[in-house]
């Protein structure tokens, strides 16, 4: 084939030239995203529980669903969080399971339990997660002068300016956000909703001898809604419909009311005002409030083409909208823009390296031309195979373009070294081609399956990573098998092309360069290692008990520490304060830090996001988004906040998390190291606060080493009806529960709905505290009499869970232990004993047993590729002995990489993992052709020693020039900073330390063994 391809360079180059247009074509039409576009086996059901407390919520609505809910096929775990109004269902299925059907089923089962559930429950939400469905970033909306009293802590007191920026970002940002084609969603937070409030005046309502329910009535009989009828009049039929009488609320107050024998309006006893709505979450930009819109990118869009639309759409907000203020935070896309040049720059810098290395080996600037060749050509090549193959280009794919780029400059270097050392040895240009890249071949193709053998089993790593790590073994196996042929088809002819004139003609100071003589010390070398062969054993023997040494040492985790420039403060002030109050509070602790912010966000309360899964906040809750000016600022600022919590306010709970990135959300371990699930023994019983408060003061006291928070816990004021008086004063329980509701301004009697809002109406009081409310009330009986409302009631405090966790086996309390995982097992015996007595259960989590569940699926992994990797080297080498001699290697480049890992600081996470399967695959590539040549020598007549001198010496060139070239692409990712850095530092640390040990290991190692495994017996070297 080399042959003939090398005869037809025209054919050759039209070929390749049809390709590369085909795949720049095809890198136009390729989705370009964040993240592949893989479907969570996660979903999450939402439930909204108004009105009902805390233990109400878990008893009623939570526990019967959950019954429902085990019964969900492929279901691996089932989490449930309930607080006042609020909870949420965290279900994971089966890694494989089809999350579509899953989706039905989940569905089913509410379906099931609605027939459990409270008849005027909502029914739960259910919702899916896909990776597409991280937002791109958040787009947050502020009027430009300002409009909120930060001080103010009542929670109504919201200008009118901002009730319109609310409705101005729902109805026009938004819509314009979602217009646009690689736009799935713009989802709205922060947004201020009105109602018509009603306030009847007291004094006139007993004049006249009215009472509240007059005013309800007349509301309901005025807002009816009739419906439509349908009429025939002779051959025709006509729809009648009834307008509706509300519609504004100039509407309402003209509604009529009738008092004994006077006729009156509802204005002239009671003010009708439009006010904000009860909030129960707001957001804050730079410290004012604003509207947030998460921004998510359509499944199949390309992300370069959706940041231009929104960048020329921002655009036009800021000329168009001159008083207001758009702030893009929580940017995605310059993880993709870092990746894209990270490639670029990786192109360039091992393009640049690899023509100073081959020009100083091969001493001729024509040589290294060729890579500039063949790796575009491979490159453009392989994104024509992703639009084949359905893969898009996002970080995981264009990784995996870049981790292959080191093996696909090997490929070219090696058929191009070996084309010259056959023209070194007398043949023919033609020839030294033919031959040459003949003789290579098979172990390139080896070398190609090899790597793809070590590398593809990581797509069975369980979870969400294997699913992801799927586009980047295919970027990876794309690019080797693509860089294979190109450089047994390409390079060979454009060679002939090149050097198609004199040989011997060096170009540009190729003749004074002279260096070292490399070629006399590796036979020195490698004599002394053949001579000394007990000592150089136990030494290569040595490493490999290192490695395990280093093995024990490292830490290990999912993914890099990274230095972030931002974080998220998440808190709980445990105080009984409103959305206000927590927003006054929470830009206060932002002041302490004002110096080093750059950008900021508070989300306080609730959230309206559709999308956010966790949302379910209470009013005392907040999350702020901090970004610094840089890294450095970060450990300050933690420093004074928590300063500020231990002067000012040292109930409050709060932690530190990274920011939402798509690295983070999908790969980061956010559970505690170790966590106690304390249960009682009748599961179904539930669990009490006080009997849980006292029993971890107990186990505080028991083990001084840890110090337990105490139980986050709301304080309830509960009212009770007395029932005996109720029916002494004639009163129904229906309207005392309707005046209460009215006095705290939140009974809704109706609503008015057309084509361009919803507005509910309520029946409203006073604002004025609350004891005074309800000492100076008064509720009418049946007999027409007025009875004070406290006559009736009986109040008191009481206290429970502020979240109410549930799993499998019913409720349960998470005991949180920092501990290093050489304690584990002491805590957990110890634990266990103390709860026997109490009677209590317990079951273990935590990322301790994650991050050694990933270790344990690594090691396995790694078996299988080895068992791969055996197969195809016996099949390579015709032989089940040779292989041991690449497999034994294995171990000792892997201890190099431990080694230096641990020398520097770093941890064995996925990136160092795919580092040293990546520096595997580039020194196996050697050791197969070096034992490759070996044998053909042997075939040839040469004598074992003769071969392993002569192989060495003709193999020893492209390694060397592989190794420095991939070690010196490597080494800037040591020395500059950035999060992109910090996580390719740790890949990089790997294949430098791999590739240095692995070198030697190459040279010396190989030859050693395969003599021992192959010299003849009673036969000593002279």
């Known amino acids: 084939m080399v042959k003939f391809l090398v005869a037809r360079p025209i054919a050759v180059s039209m070929t390749f030239l049809a390709f590369i247009i085909m795949g ?49 096929p492929h279901l ?29 089923d989940v569905n089913e089962k509410i379906d099931r339990a609605m027939n459990f559930l409270p008849d005027d429950l909502p029914r739960p939400r259910v919702i899916k997660a896909r990776a597409s469905d991280i937002p791109v970033f958040y787009l947050n909306i502020t009027a430009k002068e300002a409009y909120l009293n930060a001080q103010s802590s009542k929670t109504r007191e919201v200008s009118s300016r901002f009730v319109e920026l609310s409705n101005f970002a729902e109805r026009v940002i938004r819509k314009r956000l979602e217009q646009l084609p690689e736009v799935a969603i713009a989802d709205v937070s922060g947004t201020v909703n009105t109602e018509i409030a009603i306030i009847p005046d007291k004094q006139k309502l007993r004049s006249l001898n009215m009472h509240y329910s007059d005013i309800e009535t007349a509301i309901h009989a005025n807002n009816l809604k009739l419906g439509t009828i ?37 204005q002239e006893i009671a003010n009708v005002k439009v006010r904000p709505a009860k909030r129960s979450g707001l957001v804050t930009s730079q410290g004012q409030e604003a509207v947030s819109l998460a921004v998510i990118k359509k499944s199949g869009a390309r992300m370069e083409d959706m940041q231009q639309s929104l960048n020329t759409l921002i655009k036009n907000f800021h000329a168009k909208y001159p008083n207001l203020q758009f702030q893009v935070i929580r940017d995605q896309t310059k993880l993709l823009d870092y990746s894209i040049h990270n490639l670029g720059n990786t192109l360039l810098l091992g393009a640049i390296l690899a023509f100073v290395i081959m020009f100083l080996f091969l001493r001729d600037i024509r040589t290294p031309l060729l890579i500039g060749i063949s790796i575009p050509a491979s490159l453009i090549i392989s994104i024509l195979l992703f639009h084949v193959f359905g893969i898009s280009v996002n970080i995981i794919s264009l990784s995996g373009l870049v981790l292959g780029l080191g093996m696909m400059i090997d490929n070219s270097i090696i058929v191009i070294d ?57 970027a990876v196996a794309i690019g080797l098998f693509i860089s294979f042929f190109v450089s047994i088809t390409l390079v060979p002819v454009y060679y002939k092309l090149v050097f198609r004139k004199d040989r011997e003609k060096r170009i540009w100071l190729g003749k004074q360069v002279k260096g070292w003589n490399y070629y006399s010390s ?161 599961k179904e019983q539930g669990l009490d606060y006080s009997q849980v408060n006292a029993l971890l003061h107990q186990t505080d006291n028991r083990f001084d080493a840890f110090n337990f928070s105490a139980v986050p816990a709301r304080e309830h004021i509960e009212i009770a009806l007395d029932a005996e008086r109720l029916k002494i004063y004639d009163i129904k329980r229906e309207q005392v529960i309707n005046k209460l509701r009215t006095l705290f301004n939140e009974y809704q009697v109706s609503d008015i709905k057309n084509s361009r809002h919803f507005m509910p109406i309520v029946l409203a009081h006073s604002q004025e505290p609350m ?40 409720e349960y309390y998470p005991l949180v232990f920092h501990v290093e995982k050489e304690k584990v097992s002491d805590v957990q015996r110890k634990i266990e004993n103390f709860l026997a007595r109490k009677a209590y259960d317990v079951t273990w989590h935590g990322s301790i047993f994650s991050t050694q569940q990933m270790v344990e699926e690594i090691l396995i992994i790694l078996l299988i590729s080895l068992l791969l ?29 431990l080694f230096l890992l641990w020398l520097m600081g770093e941890t064995l996470n ?69 999060m992109g850095s910090d996580l390719q530092r740790p890949l990089a640390v790997a294949v430098i330390g791999g590739m240095a040990i692995g070198t030697f290991v190459s040279l010396y190692f190989i030859p050693l063994f395969y003599y021992l495994l192959k010299r003849p017996t009673q036969k000593s070297l002279h």
């Open 418 to 474: 070996n084309i010259t050392q056959y023209i070194d040895r007398g043949h023919s240009l033609v020839d030294a081609c033919i031959q040459a890249t003949n003789e290579v071949i098979r172990p390139l193709l080896s070398s190609v399956l090899t790597t793809c053998a070590v590398f593809i089993p990581l797509i069975f790593i369980s979870g969400l990573a294997g699913a992801l790590f799927y586009d980047q073994a295919m």
């Open 910 to 978: 996925i990136m160092s993992l795919i580092g040293i399967i990546v520096m595997a695959g580039i020194i196996i590539n050697d050791s197969i052709l070096k034992i490759d040549t070996i044998n053909r020598l042997r075939y040839k007549g040469y004598t074992l020693t003769e071969s392993l001198f002569i192989g060495g010496k003709r193999r020893l060139k492209p390694i060397l020039m592989t190794s420095l070239t991939t070690i010196m692409a490597m080494l800037p990712f040591l020395f500059i900073s950035g």
């Open 24 to 72: 720049s074509f095809a890198m136009t039409r390729l989705p370009v995203s964040l993240m592949p576009d893989v479907a969570i086996p996660e979903m999450t059901v939402k439930i909204d529980g108004k009105d009902m407390p805390v233990r109400q919520l878990q008893n009623g609505v939570v526990r019967p669903l959950r019954r429902q809910l085990m019964q969900t």
């Open 771 to 810: 004891f005074n409310l309800i000492n100076q009330a008064k509720i009418k009986n049946e007999n027409k009499q007025y009875i004070p409302l406290k006559e009736v009631l009986a109040i008191r405090y009481s206290k429970d869970f502020k979240t109410i966790t549930s799993g499998e086996n019913g």
């Open 869 to 897: 990797l055996y197969f195809i080297l016996a099949s390579q080498f015709e032989s089940l002995s040779l292989p041991f001699i690449v497999l034994l290697e294995v171990p000792m480049d892997i201890a190099g990489a």
């Open 76 to 104: 691996k775990s089932l989490k449930s969080e309930a607080r006042d109004e609020s909870a949420v269902f965290h279900l994971e299925f089966e890694y494989g399971t089809n999350v579509d059907l899953a989706f039905i």
């Open 522 to 682: 590796y036979e020195k070398g490698l004599n002394n290692v053949l001579r000394h062969r007990s000592v150089m054993t136990g030494i290569f023997l040595l490493i490999v008990v290192g490695g395990l040494f280093f093995y024990r040492a490292i830490d290990k985790e999912k993914i890099p520490q990274i230095k972030h420039n931002e974080m998220f403060v998440s808190l709980q002030w445990n105080d009984k304060i409103n959305v206000a109050e927590n927003k006054r509070r929470s830009l206060m602790l932002l002041k302490q830090i004002d110096t080093l912010i750059e950008q900021t966000s508070v989300y306080a309360g609730s959230q309206q996001y559709l999308m956010n899964l966790n949302n379910i906040n209470a009013p005392n809750a907040s999350k702020i988004y901090i970004k610094f000016q840089d890294s450095k600022s970060v450990k300050v600022a933690r420093q004074n906040i928590r300063t500020f919590f231990r002067k000012n306010y040292p109930e409050a709970h709060f932690d530190f998390l990274p920011p939402e990135n798509v690295f983070e959300l999908l790969f980061s371990e956010d559970k505690p190291p170790l966590v106690a699930r304390i249960m009682p023994y009748e």
């Open 230 to 266: 349908v009429v025939k009049d002779g051959i025709y039929q006509y729809n009648l419909r009834f307008d509706k009488t509300l519609n504004s609320k100039e509407d309402i107050e003209k509604i009529t009311l009738k008092a004994g024998n006077k006729t009156l309006e509802l």
